[in-house]
């Protein structure tokens, strides 16, 4: 953000809160503060986008992104980063599985790898 722009908006700074060496306990700790029927309310009056500018005080961002480019690959290094879709509902019908299942995976992988075999392309090297 501009120097211009970030003078027009006056932001307070994030609720006072026991300072933590866990990280996890302090997103913890941010969550359990969150109003969520009012975030849910802004979620769905945004189109489905919600920013959150005071989730976490600064030295609690700081330690995540100490603890992020810790993990960072070194050298003769591969990191590998696994994600997880957790489905609230374990008796969701086939189809909606189906749905969310495509939804995911053209998210993360792209339209065009997920159906590359449809559009011409059947080399399976992605290349």
């Given amino acids: ?26 997103v913890a700790h941010a969550i359990e503060q969150l109003d969520t029927p009012a ?42 980063s696994l994600t997880f879709e957790y489905v609230t509902d374990p008796g969701m019908r086939p189809w909606l599985r189906f749905i969310s299942n495509m939804k995911d995976a053209v998210a993360y992988f792209g339209f065009r790898q997920v159906f590359r075999r449809l559009l011409g392309g059947a080399n399976s090297s992605g290349k």
Avoid at 1 to 22: G, N, V, Y
Avoid at 39 to 65: H, I, S, T
Wanted: proline share 12%; net charge negative; aromatic share 6%.
């Fill in 39 to 80: 975030l849910r309310a802004d979620f769905e009056r945004q189109g489905a986008f919600l920013y959150l500018d005071k989730f976490l005080a600064p030295d609690e961002c700081a330690q995540l992104v100490a603890l992020t480019r810790a993990m960072q690959p070194g050298p003769n290094e591969t990191r590998v």
């Fill in 1 to 26: 953000m501009s120097e211009h722009a970030s003078s027009d908006i006056a932001l307070a700074p994030p609720p006072a809160r026991p300072a933590t060496s866990q990280p996890d306990a302090a």
